[in-house]
């Protein structure tokens, strides 16, 4: 029988724990938790980097995007806004200023604290109380919501760290037996080993909406309204209802993603005992200090079965013209969009491809500086909703969405990420999504239509893009 060495015995999930449970008692000692408001985090390296993010009972988000080596979860609420309305970025901006919030990077682990910001597609009519601070009662997903998980976990490089923040004032003493009963938790669920996989499951379409004669009518209303307006471009979706032979799994569902998807960022909410779940390619915005990054996505073909076939689908979408008007009507809009807040725009020449496993997009990437004073929620507010999954130009589309679709859409083409307290951040599109709830899930696809769409090809579209998730259902 062979012995564990001291250092083996080190990172076994019970030392980690016991590690971790000692230096909080010795990093709180030094704060000042019972004085002033705002909030405190405590960083803590992780001396040995989870595989992926276990799900727990409870609200909780998780962001991995697996070609990046990218991993962001959260457990539990420290603190958490939400609004509605016109002016819901605008009132979530002010929420949590960032001169109160303490940070201790107590191990150098050179990560920063975080929190989620997300918000539906449209908004609604703000409530009475805009705002307002929640201590988890409200566990649905609001029309927009700033939360900051009580702990929360980074992974990055083969890197790791915990992150546990609380409201100030506080008890030392309470928040440490409580963080202390949540690492107990946490722990022995980070480094259990990844669940073996199930039998692939059959899924039985039980309601779509719009079905194909009413998608074929809406298309043809929709290209009526293009030729006698002032709409260029509008973007159409699908919502599709399945069930399963028994209760999805959340982490097997996003390990499947991770895998048929490693180059899209996964995103997972789960609020009320309902998940929320995307597999998206589109980054909606990227800000690092001054520098801003977009995605430009639009115009979709389909994946050949050889390299062959590949490769005379992918000149096809390049040489296209309704994709590359598609694709132009999203550029043209980045750049009004940010055109008073942002300067030393960069966009490509021509379009790239973003090959994915079901499908393959026109891409460009946009880079810019954005002008001093102009926040991320700002120029969130300035390019959602993008060309790309509302239309062109913006109020037209939306006013003919409104009018035309069967459905609300909730936070499918809304966005979602991650901010730090400096400020910087990135939001992805929710595209890709599914409403996941035991064994029964909602899926919902889109597509662009200009003038030339035509209603069977916009259909086989949307089909490949509901691929993707009903893909990595059939594994949970």
């Known amino acids: ?37 705002g909030l405190q985090s405590v960083l803590l390296a992780l001396p040995r980097a989870p595989a992926t993010a276990p799900q727990l009972a409870g609200c909780q988000f998780q962001f991995r995007h697996a070609q ?47 929190a989620m910001l997300g918000f ?11 705002a307002a601070p929640t201590a988890g009662a409200a566990d649905a997903l609001p029309n927009a919501l700033l939360w900051v998980p009580e702990i929360g976990l980074i992974c990055h490089d083969h890197a790791a760290a915990l992150v546990f923040s609380t409201p ?24 259990e080993p990844s669940p073996g996989p199930r039998p692939t499951a059959r899924l039985r379409r039980t309601r779509e909406e719009p079905d194909a004669a009413g998608w074929n009518s809406l298309v043809r209303d929709t290209l009526a309204q293009i030729a006698t307006g002032p709409m260029a471009k509008a973007v ?24 048929l998807f490693p180059s899209c960022q996964t995103v997972s909410l789960r609020r009320r005992g309902r998940s929320f779940v995307a597999a998206t390619p589109e980054r909606l915005l990227g800000l690092s200090g001054d520098q801003l990054q977009v995605d430009a996505i639009a115009g979709t073909a389909s994946r050949g079965e050889s390299l062959a076939e590949d490769a005379r689908l992918r ?16 550029i043209d809009a980045v750049r009004a969009a940010l055109a008073d807040c942002c300067d030393d725009f960069r966009v490509p ?8 496993s079901n499908a393959q997009h026109l891409w460009s990437p ?11 929620f700002e120029l969130a507010a300035r390019l959602h909703p993008t060309p790309a999954t509302n239309g062109q130009p913006r109020a037209a589309a939306r006013a003919w969405l409104r009018r035309a679709e069967p459905f609300l859409r909730g936070w499918y083409t809304g966005a979602a990420g991650i901010l730090r307290p400096t400020g910087d951040g990135e939001l992805w599109v929710l595209l890709r999504c599914a409403e996941v709830s035991g064994a029964e899930a909602e899926l919902f696809a889109g597509a662009g239509i200009v003038a030339g769409s035509d209603p069977a090809a916009e259909w086989r579209e949307t089909e490949a893009k509901l691929a993707a998730m009903l893909s990595a259902l059939r594994y949970a």
């Open 1 to 37: 029988m062979s012995v564990p060495s001291p250092a083996m015995d080190m990172l076994a999930p019970r030392a980690i724990q016991q590690h971790l449970e000692a230096r909080l008692a010795e990093v709180l000692a030094g704060l000042a938790l019972s004085h002033g408001d």
């Open 68 to 114: 990046r080596g990218e991993l962001y979860a959260g457990y539990g609420e420290a603190a958490a806004w939400q609004t509605a309305g016109s002016g819901r970025l605008s009132t979530l901006s002010s929420a949590l200023p960032n001169a109160d919030w303490r940070r201790a990077d107590a191990d150098a682990t050179g990560f920063d604290a975080f």
């Open 120 to 130: 539906a597609a449209t908004d609604t009519p703000a409530p009475p109380a805009a």
């Open 168 to 191: 100030l004032p506080a008890a030392p003493a309470r928040v440490l037996a409580r963080w202390r009963r949540l690492l107990r938790v946490l722990i022995p669920a980070l480094y």
């Open 236 to 259: 159409l979706s699908r919502r599709l209802m399945v069930r399963g032979p028994r209760e999805f799994d959340m982490a097997r569902l996003l390990n499947a993603l991770g895998c």
């Open 315 to 330: 000149a096809g979408l390049l040489g296209c013209d309704k994709n590359r008007r598609e694709h132009r009507f999203v």
């Open 349 to 356: 020449a021509t379009p790239r491809v973003l090959a994915l």
């Open 366 to 376: 946009i880079e810019a500086r954005s002008r001093p004073g102009c926040s991320l």
